[in-house]
Nanobody, 122 residues
Framework: VQLQASGGGLVTAGDSLKLSCRFSGSVFNRYVMGWFRQAPGKEREFVGASGGGRTNYADSVKGRFTIARDNAESMVYLEMNSLKPEDTAVYSC??????????????????WGQGTQVTVSS
């Protein structure tokens, strides 16, 4: 399985940004797909996940971020609205065959893509 995230960039607080993650090498719709982020000096944290008909978000992004899947294209997207400086991080997509992974437990994910930098200026 290969995952490739893209779409990061430098934006201003309040702006929107959409990240994309391309999945290849296996049957996409079998996987729970998650988004994680890691800010400088901090541990990687859960952002949101989608799989098995369920979607889950971290409290810090709930209502601002939306995950969408295109199973036909093997793509997963992270639509980020009302961005804040504290959203600045490297964002990575990840995959898991464990349906419990939608809860966000990082160790349930064993497929990772490279990250894409999101920087939100105040």
């Amino acid at each position: 399985v290969q995952l490739q995230a893209s779409g990061g960039g430098l934006v201003t607080a309040g702006d929107s940004l959409k990240l994309s993650c391309r999945f290849s090498g296996s049957v996409f719709n079998r996987y729970v797909m998650g988004w994680f982020r890691q800010a400088p000096g901090k541990e990687r944290e859960f952002v949101g996940a989608s799989g098995g008909g369920r979607t889950n978000y971290a409290d810090s992004v709930k209502g601002r971020f939306t995950i969408a899947r295109d199973n036909a294209e093997s793509m997963v997207y992270l639509e980020m609205n009302s961005l804040k400086p504290e959203d600045t991080a490297v964002y990575s997509c990840a995959g898991s065959l464990d349906p419990r992974a939608v809860s966000g437990y990082i160790y349930r994910y064993n497929k990772w893509g490279q990250g894409t930098q999101v920087t939100v200026s105040s």
